[in-house]
């Protein structure tokens, strides 16, 4: 979605979860469609940006955090994917407990593969709410950038390691767990007047210009405990899996402001 805001083409997608496919090809039904990544294969130099979530069970502070013996570790999967087509950017995007996993040897060893073939990495800590949604939800975003696509050893890669090399881009008031407003509640005052807004953006040179606070007039208003909601469970799944797309737009923006000359639309 933040691609599309961009302008730029959606040229294909990897999801195995079959709601979220439904949802993926009624809003992009002319992008190829690929179920399993373990048996996708990436064409050398089919894009210039790959992103991608990769699963966050093996990480997350709610779960049990068995890394890399969690079946859902897919980010050997992803890596492999990055050597075949060998984009200009990589965007990756996972949980905060990504960071913590074996004293931050599991990101390192994401680092260390990304580098390995020819990526400079920055990681970045961005919360939701830093692009006015109603909740933290902080994510980390790893963003890797390769001048020479293909060859390896093509830049000397200066990452600081340990705390300091993960950024908070931006902060916010809301404190982890808090939600401004009662998103439960479909009826609340909040989401009312929010609702009241007009969700579709103005478009300038073929990207999407919003106004801070307009953007989230779409956000869903599915409520933990809202009963009678059609497809409730596969919603809430599908929307905790998600990534935020307003994150990725200020991301995809800083990218094409750097490097305008090389992003094909």
Known sequence: MAAQWMGWENVFQVEID???????????PDVQKFKDIKEFRGDPGSVDILSGGFPCQPFSLAGKRK????????WPEYFRVIQEI????????????????EDGKTLEGIFNDLEGQGYQVESFIIPACSV????RRDRI????????????GSHEVRVQRGSESFTELASCD???????????????????????QDPKPKRKNGRAQFIRGEWWASEPGVGRVVHGLPNRVDRIKGLGNAIVPQVAYEIFKAIELLDIDRIKP
């Open 132 to 135: 006015e949604a109603w909740h």
């Open 18 to 28: 079959e709601w979220c496919q439904k949802v993926l090809t009624k809003n992009f």
């Open 86 to 101: 060998k984009p200009t950017y990589v965007v990756g995007e996972n949980v905060v407990g990504l960071i913590s996993m």
């Open 174 to 196: 809301i404190q982890p767990g808090e939600i401004q407003g009662n998103v439960s509640d479909t009826n609340s005052q909040g989401l009312q007047k929010r609702k009241g």
């Open 67 to 74: 890394g890399k013996s969690d079946a859902r570790n897919l």
């Open 141 to 152: 975003w790893i963003v890797a950038y390769s001048g020479h696509p293909g060859q390896e």
